[in-house]
């Protein structure tokens, strides 16, 4: 019969594995606290490069002149007087129409009932609309026929083919013809909130896009008017 030997001692004592989990823990909470002052260092960061100041600014957008509130221009160098740009990002507050205006709580003094919308403006010939696109890769994307969806808009399902995931087409037709409608693609991710993005055609160069919460789908007609008149006034007269 062979003999039975025990193990040696290994020496290890219970508190150094409760010192090194204490180790960890705090080592987990400071690299937690760095991630959330580097965010909130981000936010203000951002604050300051925006300005609360409306001064009408004028641009050069493609071989356009184009006039927009400062306000409306998070981007410090698209709001230099005669600037040369191909694109342009502005944000706007929907329904009042108005820009950032300063730093007062977290949402500037953005009431409840306002909404931040981002608005793109594009010197380009070749991007097209989303009606543009509808007789072309929309309908062939899309599954099954149009249902009468939010604010009376047609809606087209487009999650059925590849490509086109958690997207639905919003559209109007008034029997004057697509092309002349409202029309907006919408994605729905199961963990952010819906949003929507519409653009119009001012011009044969020039495209303007917005992107809103699906929440103003409702509003669309009040909506889009108000869009179209700001694009409008932005441009000379």
């Known amino acids: 019969m062979m003999p039975v030997t025990l193990p040696k001692a290994t020496g290890y004592r219970p508190f150094h594995s409760a010192l090194i989990l204490t180790l960890l823990v705090l080592l987990t909470l400071a690299y937690i606290a760095k991630m959330i002052g580097g965010w909130i260092e981000q936010a203000a960061t951002q604050a300051e490069l925006r300005t609360a ?19 409306m221009l998070p981007k410090p160098e698209q709001r230099k007087e005669g600037s040369f740009h191909e694109r342009l990002t502005l944000e706007v507050n929907w329904p009042s129409m108005t820009g950032y205006a300063g730093t007062s709580g977290n949402r500037g003094n953005r009431t409840a009932a306002e909404m931040p919308i981002t608005v793109e403006l ?25 249902q009468v969806g939010q604010g009376g808009l047609y809606m087209l399902d487009m999650s059925g083919k590849a490509g086109a995931s958690e997207d639905v ?63 409008e006034s932005f441009l000379p007269h």
């Open 53 to 71: 100041e409306a001064r009408l600014v004028t641009l050069w957008l493609g071989d356009r002149k184009v006039t927009v509130p400062m306000n």
């Open 122 to 146: 594009m010197a380009s010939r070749k991007v097209e609309t989303v009606m543009e696109r509808m007789d072309t890769m929309l309908r062939r994307l899309a599954a099954g026929k149009p």
């Open 169 to 231: 087409l919003f559209y109007e037709d008034d029997g004057t013809g697509l092309e002349t409608g409202f029309a907006a693609r919408c994605r729905l991710p199961k963990d952010a909130p819906a949003s929507c993005l519409r653009d119009m055609r001012l011009a044969p160069d020039l495209v303007a896009s917005y992107r809103f919460d699906m929440k103003l789908l409702s509003s669309w007609g009040r909506l889009d008017r108000q869009m179209g008149a700001l694009f």
